[in-house]
């Protein structure tokens, strides 16, 4: 016969010789125990849940403060559970009890005076989806649980869960500071395992050749971004910060300062220009492209709406995948190829090998601007 519940799946049962038995279902197992009285059996009901379904959330010395807890609520006579306790402490012990929407307005500014607009553009990108799924959520509410379920969407994406991650425990990181939440959820969370090789798309010789003509046509100012990346391996942030002081087509090189490059490395380097870039900017004269596009996201946005309106192709990153791809296949030198692009020669063998043939890279490095193209800019 069932006499209480005890929590949200356990329960305390009496059977017929008058004892009392505490019950608890896990993970679709069930776990029981004789017990003396109800306190006993919330004590063991917890102790299940915590042993068996939260294990790898919880510390030793968290699972003893829980024991204890309930040591104390039973010397005094406190009759509601654990996990009662634990909801009222969350629903009153922080400043505010503020949304994730709310603390977000806080965060905003925040990135906007201490760092910079396309720091500020990284984390809108990946915050403005959290926002969708916690916005009305209470920050102190957010578990380990909730972000590897909303990380989950990246699972086949190692570079953009982790770049997703990033944004979302910069954000708590700011909210424990301002006392919205006890802890960073995200702190213990571990990557995903990558089990496959990431798929590297390009761009062929002919759609490539399209793209160029086309924007050549309808959108001067954007060539000299693209044919920086399809022909000389610049990422697109790299493209977005250059420098005209760093573009010199005498020497026919192009130094990728610290400053220009991904955050996290600040490697310079120099890029040679080779024929079909040098063709391409001798074409189109290069203009920085900060004062075409607001941030390097918002132009490459624009790049694949254009492409998609043109019925190109286009995937992430894959002007810089294409002349990676094809200048292995051109000179077969992993080592220059890795030089050219700013990471290891392993990076180079594992992703770039064998993509695609000699001949189609011959075809890729020959695309030229027609000849009767206007050498000028529209104006910006």
């Known amino acids: 016969m069932k006499i209480a519940k005890l929590g949200e799946r356990g329960s305390l049962l009496k059977d017929k010789n008058g004892y009392l ?21 919330r004590q063991f009901v917890l102790s299940v849940e915590l042993e068996r379904n939260n294990r790898d959330e919880l510390s030793a010395k968290q699972l003893n403060d829980a024991s204890n807890a309930l040591h104390l609520l039973k010397k005094e006579g406190v009759s509601v559970s654990f996990c009662d306790l ?31 607009a396309d720091t500020c553009d990284y984390y809108n990108r990946y915050l403005g989806m959290f926002s969708k799924e916690f916005g009305e959520c209470k920050v102190a509410t957010i578990t380990k649980k909730n972000i590897i379920s909303f990380l989950s969407r990246y699972e086949d994406k190692r570079g953009s869960w982790m770049n997703c991650r990033n944004a979302v425990s910069k954000f ?16 213990m969370i571990e990557p995903p395992r990558q ?19 086309l924007l050549a046509e309808k959108r001067k100012k954007y060539v000299p971004f693209v044919a920086l990346g399809l022909f000389g391996g610049l990422r697109p942030i790299e493209a977005y910060r250059l420098k005209l002081a760093n573009l010199n087509m005498e020497t026919r090189y192009i130094k990728i300062a610290g400053d220009a490059t991904k955050s996290h ?11 079909t870039l040098y063709a391409w900017l001798k074409a189109f004269p290069y203009a920085e ?22 019925g190109i192709p286009k995937h992430q990153d894959d002007l ?22 700013g990471h290891s020669e392993r990076i180079a063998i594992q992703h770039y090998r064998g993509l ?14 027609k000849e009767n193209v206007v050498s000028d800019l529209d104006a910006l």
């Open 21 to 41: 038995k505490a019950v608890v279902s896990v993970n679709g197992k069930q776990y029981q125990k004789r017990v003396k009285s109800e306190d006993e059996g």
């Open 86 to 116: 634990a909801r009222y402490y969350i629903d009153n012990a922080f400043e505010g009890i503020v949304t994730v929407n709310e603390a977000l307005v806080e965060f905003g500014e925040f990135c906007k005076t201490r760092l910079s």
């Open 172 to 187: 708590f990181t700011e909210c424990v500071k301002l006392d919205y939440c006890h802890e960073n959820p995200c702190r």
């Open 195 to 213: 089990t496959k090789a990431p798929d590297r798309r390009f761009f062929t010789p002919e759609n490539a050749a399209k793209l160029l003509h």
């Open 265 to 275: 490395t600040f490697k310079e380097r120099l890029v040679p220009i080779n024929d």
């Open 289 to 310: 492209m900060t004062k075409v596009s607001a941030t390097p996201n918002s132009l490459a946005e624009q790049i694949s709406d254009f492409c998609k309106e043109h």
């Open 320 to 341: 810089r995948h294409s002349f990676e791809t094809y200048e292995f296949a051109r000179t077969g030198n992993s080592a220059q190829t890795a030089a050219i692009c």
């Open 356 to 369: 695609a043939t000699k001949e189609e890279a011959l075809k890729y490095f020959a695309i030229r601007p």
